[in-house]
């Protein structure tokens, strides 16, 4: 079983570089989904009889979520990088999502954070064995400002429940950044060249400046 992240108990687990990886299968099988590569429904989501069959598919619920302007309009070029008119490390279509969330500028900040990191792990080079290290490091970096971000100023009973909304943020952006074939194929190469190597949840500044 995946360990459980939070900020109590993750400054003491050694955490695998991998320790996402059912997130990353569900991020990359929307993200097929939405090229047309696999149309199921989740497997979070068991149903039986017809109600299974009435159900839309993985594709057609995020081209439901693009008209109704929860999701942007993707880019979907087989461009691995993607447009990024602004230079800011981010793809455009992804900032424009991140614009769009209903969240205070904070929160945006640290999406922002996540969506860099998702960015260049489509782009880093496999073979650095450094540069993998360090990615993965900023990774886990990112899911720590996330949940410091959306805890900020409120009690610790809705701490679980917020850090969850921020969670369901970041894995969004990690499905749409992965939205095409050749950028999920990136990806997955990505994940395995992490296989085996391990990680620690990190202590003191975790948010970047922007």
Do not use: W
């Amino acid at each position: 079983m995946q360990p459980q992240f939070n900020r109590e108990s993750l400054p003491l687990i050694r955490a695998t570089r991998q320790r996402c990886a059912h997130l990353t299968a569900l991020a990359l099988s929307l993200a097929l989904a939405a090229c047309g590569g696999n149309t199921a429904t989740p497997a979070a989501a068991p149903t039986s009889g017809a109600s299974a069959a009435s159900e839309p598919g993985m594709k057609q619920q995020l081209e439901d979520l693009e008209r109704r302007g929860e999701l942007p309009a993707l880019d979907r070029s087989t461009d691995i990088a993607g447009p990024d008119t602004d230079r800011n490390g981010i793809r455009d279509d992804i900032d424009a999502y991140i614009a769009a969330l209903p969240v205070n500028e904070a929160v945006k900040k640290a999406s922002r954070q996540v969506a860099r990191v998702q960015q260049k792990s489509l782009l880093i080079d496999l073979n650095d064995r450094g540069a993998l290290l360090a990615l993965s490091d900023a990774s886990m970096a990112s899911t720590a400002c996330m949940s410091e971000t959306v805890e900020a100023g409120l009690p610790l009973e809705q701490h679980i429940r917020v850090r969850r909304d921020g969670h369901a943020i970041a894995l969004k952006i990690e499905a749409i950044t992965a939205n095409t074939p050749e950028r999920a194929e990136r990806y997955m190469a990505y994940m395995r060249a992490l296989h085996g190597t391990t990680t620690t949840y990190p202590e003191g500044k975790v948010c970047e400046d922007e």
